[in-house]
Structures are given as C-alpha cells and as structure tokens.
C-alpha cells in the first residue's frame, strides 16, 4: 500500500485507496496521504479517497475536515460519497 502513494501514477494510488477503503483500520496509518489524494486530478483518486475515510471509524477531526472540504468537490459523486461518509462518522 505504501507504495501505491509514493509512487506518481494516479491508478496506482486509486488502487491503493480502494483497498485501505475495505480495511478502515488502515486509513489512519496513511491519513496525510489519503487526504493528499483529495487533490489529485483523477476523480477516480478523489472518489476512492472519500471511499476509505468513510470506512474508518476515526474520530480524527483533521479526517472530518478533509471530508467536509470534499463535500465542495466538482464531481457529484465525490461530493455525495462525503456526505455519506460523514453521516457514517456522526457529524455533517
């Protein structure tokens, strides 16, 4: 997983986020660099992103901030996955 992030190429970092997003526990372990990943030019990136905060349960502020700031992403399907996310999370 690591790798997926320091490496430059955006579907290797979907990829990446897409498997911390089925392992919740992860997220916190990677957070600077999932929350990086919400301002990659990918929306897939982006999406995935959203995906793996929202399956964590953290109660890490600096996570419900990213999501919050995700909510005014151009993409709907970001935006909604935030939304959802932070439902998840307990806070809007």
Excluded: C, W
């Amino acid at each position: 997983l690591r790798n997926s992030f320091r490496n430059g190429d955006e579907s290797h970092r979907a990829a990446g986020l897409f498997l911390m997003s089925t392992m919740g526990s992860m997220v916190d372990s990677f957070l600077p660099s999932v929350i990086h990943s919400l301002f990659a030019r990918d929306p897939l990136v982006r999406y995935q992103a959203v995906r793996a905060m929202g399956g964590t349960s953290s109660k890490n502020p600096v996570l419900k901030k990213a999501l919050r700031r995700a909510r005014r992403d151009r993409l709907q399907l970001v935006k909604q996955e935030a939304t959802v996310a932070l439902r998840r999370l307990g806070s809007q």
